[in-house]
């Protein structure tokens, strides 16, 4: 069946550093794919998305590609700030048999330390 | 324009009790998504109505139910608490059609504590 899979966490970083965080899928077609972000005590927000095969979502920083040969949607920011410590979730909409839902990776934990 | 909301934002029961939480989705939003969140853990789906009928359920127990009200907003209804219900409950919301592309709309969420 369809399913999500994200790195393990949590990342530790130090600020202005590089970060990858990994996804991918599986799924029949080619659905879009979402990273959303919840921050401390929050519900989740929507981070960015890609409604294509190749398609790359950006958001404050962040980019994310559509990578149908890999079945991959990785989330990269070239320096992350202290504000980006946040738990990180990649999702994917699952569609069968008039069903709807979102299902969505295990999330990975950020921190980010000045 | 408001975004979903979520009642109570905390909720404290005993073993044995019910649980009732509320979710109000984006105004023209039709389907709500109620999702649970254990400490820890990642998403688990629960529930999701759209056009005030139950369309889905996860893999939870028949004491976990809920509706949706000709309004669009929703409960959810936990009968009978354990202690593994702890966590936090999302709603979400979104506007469902076939071209949909399964973007959700989250409330804050709903903490739950049974003791």
């Known amino acids: 069946g369809d399913s999500v899979t994200q790195m393990e966490g949590p990342v530790t970083l130090s600020e202005e550093a590089f970060l990858t965080i990994n996804c991918t899928y599986t799924?029949?077609?080619?659905?879009?794919l979402f990273w959303y972000v919840q921050y401390p005590g929050e519900g989740l927000q929507l981070l960015l998305k890609?409604?294509?095969?190749?398609d790359k979502g950006s958001n404050k920083g962040f980019e994310a590609t559509y990578r149908k040969e890999t079945t991959s949607f990785h989330l990269e920011k070239g320096s992350v700030q202290v504000s980006d410590s946040a738990v990180y979730f990649c999702?994917?909409?699952?569609?069968?048999?008039?069903?709807?839902?979102?299902?969505f990776g295990a999330g990975t934990r950020l921190a980010v330390h000045p | 324009e408001a975004g979903v909301t979520q009642s109570p934002t905390h909720l404290i029961k005993t073993r044995g009790q019910q649980a009732t939480l509320r979710c109000s989705p984006i105004?023209?939003?039709?389907?709500v998504y109620w999702y649970q969140q254990a400490l820890g853990l990642g998403l688990q789906f629960l529930l999701w109505y759209d056009e005030g009928e139950e369309r889905n359920r996860g893999n939870f127990p028949p004491r976990f139910s809920g509706r949706q009200f000709p309004n669009y907003s929703s409960e959810l209804n936990v009968n009978a608490l354990e202690l593994e219900d702890s966590a936090l409950y999302l709603c979400a919301s979104s506007f469902y059609t076939s071209s949909n592309t399964g973007e959700l709309f989250f409330g804050e969420g709903s903490r739950l504590t049974v003791l």
């Open positions: 890609a409604t294509k095969a190749d």
């Open positions: 799924a029949t077609g080619y659905p879009s």
């Open positions: 105004s023209g939003h039709t389907s």
């Open positions: 999702a994917l909409p699952v569609f069968s048999g008039g069903y709807n839902k979102l299902i």
